[in-house]
């Protein structure tokens, strides 16, 4: 069973786009929801992470929404750059727990 | 840069092998966790170890097993490799088994042949 449904699958934007990926989680003990960016052959590096305690944190030109009683998350890159090509990951967890539920993964191509 | 260092980077064995990874932990931390990650797939938690002992493990079979230690450091140890094991393997260390310290290494990159 996914603990955490992400989508879409891919997604293709022009530079300067606003691409925005979206996860949903049923385990309503979830306390932690990070977002992590990875490059083929590399291992995935934490880009930005929430508490469901505030429904929107922003650094840089990343974006969480979440919207705690839809059980719903999102990640949106202000200005989209070509060096933002890359696989993104939602993931929950407990915080004093000992694992990450992981989405499936969402491929980003931005466009020169 | 995480601090978390994975070796080897790159691994090609046989099946019914035997293989050792190896993670070195960010410094200050003390718990590290494994994940499987099979090509075009989210990570899969493997197990996580805290003070030297195993503090949970995700729905894999006991020819998965690991160590942790004193310094923190860990391995993750797979017996009878099998072609389906060919993924690559991430660790991260965190503080006091919070998640929301933990920090992703490179990986090891296996192949099964």
């Known amino acids: 069973q996914q603990q955490v449904k992400q989508s879409p699958q891919s997604l293709i934007v022009q530079k300067g786009g606003i691409p925005i990926i979206n996860c949903a989680y049923e385990?309503?003990?979830?306390?932690?929801f990070p977002w992590y960016q990875q490059f083929p052959g590399k291992g995935p590096a934490l880009l930005i992470a929430?508490?469901?305690?505030?429904s929107e944190k922003k650094e840089g030109r990343f974006t969480i929404s979440f919207n705690k009683s839809a059980k719903q998350f999102s990640l949106h890159i202000m200005d989209s750059q070509p060096g933002d090509s890359a696989t993104y990951f939602c993931?929950?967890?407990?915080?004093?727990?000992?694992?990450?539920?992981f989405g499936t993964g969402t491929s980003l191509t931005v466009i020169p | 840069e995480t601090g978390v260092t994975q070796s080897p980077t790159h691994l090609i064995k046989t099946r019914g092998q035997q293989v050792t990874l190896r993670c070195s932990s960010q410094s200050g931390h003390n718990t590290v966790s494994w994940y499987q990650q099979a090509l075009g797939q989210g990570p899969q938690f493997i197990f996580q170890?805290?003070?030297?002992?195993?503090?949970g493990r995700g729905n894999f079979p006991p020819r998965f097993s690991g160590l942790q230690f004193p310094n923190y450091s860990s391995e993750l140890n797979v017996n009878a490799l099998e072609l389906d094991d060919s993924a690559l393997y991430l660790c991260?260390?965190?503080?006091?088994?919070?998640?929301?310290?933990?920090?992703f290494g490179p990986g090891t990159r296996l192949t099964v042949l």
């Open positions: 929430i508490r469901p305690d505030v």
């Open positions: 991260a260390s965190g503080r006091g088994g919070s998640t929301d310290t933990q920090y």
């Open positions: 385990n309503t003990a979830f306390d932690y």
């Open positions: 993931a929950a967890s407990i915080v004093t727990g000992n694992q990450f539920y």
């Open positions: 170890y805290y003070r030297e002992e195993e503090n």
